[in-house]
């Protein structure tokens, strides 16, 4: 079992920046895959990045390349999501998950462990 805990949203200007942090503790850390998802009201939650244990390979969705940095310090059991040129669009709880099963980044069921969530908010 591994217990997620997300942190540093808020409410922030159009262009401006966040950054996420989510601690873990339980079982090693380093025994998986991470991954960022957010949800905005009405709409399913969706993958925003993945980071794999030994951090040597790093996905984003298409909406977020170029603009967001996955990373991860495994020595403190932390995985952040550093956000910037953040567009209204962007607005979303973001939630952190484990990945426990082989298979697509995207596939939010290849995902156990989700934090409680951390709303970030975008004005135009």
């Known amino acids: 079992q591994v217990q997620l805990v997300e942190s540093g949203g808020g409410l922030v200007q159009a262009g401006g920046s966040l950054r996420l942090s989510c601690a873990a503790s339980?079982?090693?850390?380093?025994?998986?895959?991470m991954g960022w998802f957010r949800q905005a009201p009405g709409k399913e939650r969706e993958f925003v990045s993945g980071?794999?244990?030994?951090?040597?390979?790093?996905y984003y969705a298409d909406s977020v390349k170029g603009r967001f940095t996955i990373s991860r310090d495994n020595a403190k059991n932390t995985m952040f999501l550093q956000m910037n040129s953040l567009k209204p669009e962007d607005t979303a709880v973001y939630y952190c998950?484990?990945?426990?099963?082989?298979?697509?980044?995207?596939?939010?069921?290849?995902?156990?462990?989700w934090g409680q969530g951390t709303q970030v908010t975008v004005s135009s």
């Open positions: 998950a484990a990945r426990v099963r082989f298979g697509a980044w995207q596939n939010d069921e290849n995902y156990a462990y």
């Open positions: 339980g079982r090693s850390f380093t025994n998986y895959g």
């Open positions: 980071i794999n244990w030994n951090v040597d390979n790093t």
